[in-house]
């Protein structure tokens, strides 16, 4: 089918259909037309393995990629039907945040630049969850996802696998998702089938494992996936090559997207081993020159390691296989003159538990961190033993955004200014959009017009979906993402209620009219953070409802925000808040994508926004706080918040926690949060995210925001700045780094 013919069909559809139905005829008609313009598949593939794919919402995106969006929408109107009445349908929410949006950005930024990589992951049937708010606590419901059909996926019957427990035998089967650009490359997500457990597998993404039953769940879930995924790629290398595994590594090369895929190090040396008889040592040097390593994090929670009794429980030739990887690699690094520390440091193997991190690091090729901080606090202090003897494995790839999805698709107004100010050349070249460093002056009143219009269709959204009035007047700052004391929204509540106090008592004057977003999910087993956003939605309920002060200020706690929401609020926020503590943020994304749509950002100098920063000027930004070095420095000479809380503004900020302000319900909650400020826990001291440390200075750049703010074309200029110097940010300069320097494609 071409695109006149796509065109022809879309003309002859019904519109007086029920908008499911039309969704996924629209949808079915695409998937015909783009599959349509398949290439002939590449010699030498890329292979993306993660446990996230947050793709969002296909159906805009994909028209958009297949070029016929405005057609489609033309045609539509023309039988009275308005497209977004299809925003109704879910989004694809298998992913919890920044990693598996960056899959997904991977993905369309490889398709957009013709190159050969694909994904594979699970098809989880109810996705993260569906988040409700109820009295101000988070709700987690089933996310049925599917519910309206998935019209984007193929089922492939005729390709499905068996993954083998010592339990039992789960059926992989694959669901293809084309994934356009100038070529078609797949998203081939696996679904376990099967007796009722076999269906527990691919039933929800990241199920509790504060129990051994949900631990050997989850293990379940990175075995079955990564197996499945290898199994596959082998048997496709045998039918073209047949066992001339040596070649293996000259076709495939396969990214490990964290330590969730690790497993497939191992899958892939069991089965060279037990079904093609491949020698232990020849499988090995074949998986050390297949596989690469990303490392999103430094937060130990999040580098995983299995206990060795449940793999052997369940995964016993894994057990068996992981054990003499851990002896081979004790060699290598005893060759070396390792010392018996540096050795356990390493170990793949400690006797209790395997290590996917040491794994991954060990047989990897290459191990790149996400931002240029990141990299330098893997190779100086998370893996400091294995860069000093592997140094040449390290590499930085910080990380991107697809401006298709974060710039054209959900800013169109944005995008036109910019077509009319340097030309269209950017959309097919995103380096172009540097040129808009040069015209910013020019187009500032027309920007001015821009971020209007996105405000006023980010707040209608906002009153349909969360009932809050806010006027069109109203300066937006925005903190959305993952719910984690380390990103301390906490700090944020405790500044906006400094602020809202001295507006109160009229310490805070001149002060321009403001909205605070919030939008998080918690991990439902995460308590503290669950009491957070409590906490937050306390402080809203309060604020927006006294007279006093409702007029110049107002919070949002937005209700199950995904990646749908996302493209309003970036589009339509002035000040993006950015505020981890130093040396936590791996890089972040949700910063490229405000930066990208003209937002300035408010935040530390952690994860990318050093490099933001850089590209954009300190002079265009907002950067407060501790940096990595004197939070060093803290950690090894004593912090006490106490001192801080000698400030009167910052004891009643916290206080209110405890002292009637605000109500938990009777759960306690705010009692716990405030002690984990006070005086600590067992398992860390006061305030070890130093929120108390760098409050003021986040207060004071508040402030200083809003001030400026009231200068409209000098801010505006700074958030044009930001819009200008964000192509380095995009993820297709992130992606020709991967295949030039890691993959080779």
């Given amino acids: 089918?071409?695109?006149?013919?796509?065109?022809?069909?879309?003309?002859?559809?019904?519109?007086?259909?029920?908008?499911?139905?039309?969704?996924?005829?629209?949808?079915?008609?695409?998937?015909?037309?783009?599959?349509?313009?398949?290439?002939?598949?590449?010699?030498?593939?890329?292979?993306?393995?993660?446990?996230?794919?947050?793709?969002?919402?296909?159906?805009?995106?994909?028209?958009?990629?297949?070029?016929?969006?405005?057609?489609?929408?033309?045609?539509?109107?023309?039988?009275?039907?308005?497209?977004?009445?299809?925003?109704?349908?879910?989004?694809?929410?298998?992913?919890?945040?920044?990693?598996?949006?960056?899959?997904?950005?991977?993905?369309?930024?490889?398709?957009?630049?013709?190159?050969?990589?694909?994904?594979?992951?699970?098809?989880?049937?109810y996705g993260l969850f569906k988040q409700a708010v109820k009295n101000g606590f988070q709700v987690e419901l089933p996310d049925d996802w599917q519910r309206f059909g998935d019209p984007w996926s193929e089922r492939r019957e005729d390709e499905k696998r068996s993954v083998v427990f010592a339990d039992m035998t789960v059926t992989a089967v694959p669901y293809d998702m084309p994934v356009f650009g100038k070529r078609v490359n797949v998203l081939r997500l696996w679904q376990a089938e099967g007796g009722e457990e076999a269906q527990k597998i691919s039933e929800y993404l990241y199920p509790a494992d504060d129990t051994e039953e949900g631990k050997i769940l989850r293990l379940r879930q990175e075995y079955f996936f990564s197996a499945a995924s290898v199994g596959e790629l082998v048997e496709k290398h045998v039918e073209k090559h047949g066992e001339n595994f040596a070649l293996f590594p000259k076709y495939n090369a396969v990214q490990l997207n964290d330590t969730h895929p690790v497993l497939a190090i191992a899958e892939l040396i069991r089965v060279l081993t037990a079904e093609y008889k491949v020698g232990f040592a020849e499988a090995l040097e074949i998986a050390k020159q297949t596989f690469s390593y990303t490392n999103h994090t430094v937060l130990p929670e999040a580098l995983e390691c299995w206990n060795a009794a449940i793999v052997e429980k369940i995964l016993p030739e894994i057990h068996a296989l992981l054990i003499r990887i851990g002896e081979s690699q004790k060699e290598e690094m005893q060759e070396l003159g390792c010392s018996d520390g540096e050795i356990a440091a390493t170990a793949v193997y400690s006797g209790d538990y395997f290590s996917m991190a040491n794994l991954a690091l060990y047989v990897g090729k290459t191990v790149n961190g996400v931002a240029r901080l990141h990299t330098e606090i893997l190779k100086n202090s998370l893996f400091k033993t294995a860069y000093k003897y592997f140094p040449q494995k390290f590499t930085n790839k910080t990380n991107g955004i697809t401006q298709r999805r974060w710039l054209m698709l959900c800013n169109g107004e944005f995008s036109e200014l910019i077509d009319g100010a340097i030309g269209k050349g950017w959309r097919e070249n995103v380096a172009e959009l540097d040129k808009l460093a040069g015209c910013t002056r020019k187009i500032t009143e027309g920007f001015i017009k821009v971020k209007a219009q996105k405000k006023k269709q980010l707040f209608e959204y906002i009153k349909r979906r969360e009932g809050v009035d806010i006027p069109e007047n109203f300066l937006v700052y925005a903190q959305v993402k993952r719910l984690h004391e380390y990103k301390r929204q906490l700090m944020t509540a405790f500044a906006i209620l400094e602020i809202y106090n001295g507006l109160k008592d009229g310490t805070v004057k001149d002060f321009a009219p403001s909205v605070f977003v919030f939008g998080a999910k918690s991990a439902s087993g995460y308590k503290r953070a669950k009491a957070i956003i409590k906490f937050i939605n306390e402080i809203a309920r309060k604020i927006n409802s006294d007279t006093q002060t409702n007029g110049l200020l107002k919070v949002v706690f937005v209700c199950n925000y995904n990646v749908s929401y996302a493209e309003k609020i970036v589009a339509g926020t002035d000040v993006s808040l950015q505020v981890s503590t130093a040396g936590l943020e791996a890089s972040g994304t949700g910063n490229m994508k405000f930066m990208m749509n003209g937002s300035v950002t408010c935040g530390t100098m952690d994860g990318a926004n050093i490099e933001i920063v850089e590209n954009a000027g300190e002079e265009n930004n907002y950067i407060f706080g501790a940096t990595v070095e004197e939070i060093e420095k803290l950690k090894r000479d004593g912090y006490d918040p106490a001192e801080y809380l000698a400030d009167p503004k910052h004891a009643k900020a916290?206080?209110?926690?405890?002292?009637?302000?605000?109500?938990?319900?009777?759960?306690?909650?705010?009692?716990?949060?405030?002690?984990?400020?006070?005086?600590?826990?067992?398992?860390?001291?006061?305030?070890?995210?130093?929120?108390?440390?760098?409050?003021?200075?986040?207060?004071?750049?508040?402030?200083?925001i809003n001030a400026d703010y009231k200068d409209k074309k000098a801010f505006a200029l700074k958030q044009l700045e930001n819009a200008a110097h964000s192509a380095y940010f995009s993820s297709d300069r992130t992606i020709k780094e991967y295949a030039e320097e890691i993959w080779k494609i």
């Fill in 1 to 125: 089918m071409n695109e006149s013919q796509f065109i022809e069909k879309l003309k002859n559809i019904d519109g007086n259909k029920p908008v499911t139905e039309l969704y996924n005829e629209i949808s079915a008609l695409a998937m015909s037309f783009g599959k349509s313009n398949s290439q002939k598949p590449a010699e030498r593939n890329a292979y993306y393995l993660s446990m996230e794919f947050l793709i969002g919402r296909s159906f805009y995106n994909n028209l958009m990629e297949l070029g016929v969006l405005e057609q489609t929408r033309e045609i539509l109107a023309g039988k009275g039907i308005d497209i977004n009445v299809f925003e109704e349908i879910e989004d694809a929410a298998l992913g919890n945040g920044g990693l598996g949006r960056l899959a997904a950005c991977f993905l369309d930024s490889a398709a957009g630049l013709g190159l050969p990589l694909h994904g594979y992951g699970i098809r989880y049937k």
């Fill in 654 to 704: 916290v206080n209110s926690l405890v002292d009637g302000t605000f109500d938990d319900g009777g759960t306690g909650c705010f009692r716990e949060l405030y002690e984990s400020i006070t005086v600590g826990a067992s398992w860390h001291p006061a305030d070890n995210y130093f929120v108390l440390y760098d409050l003021q200075s986040y207060v004071n750049a508040l402030l200083k």
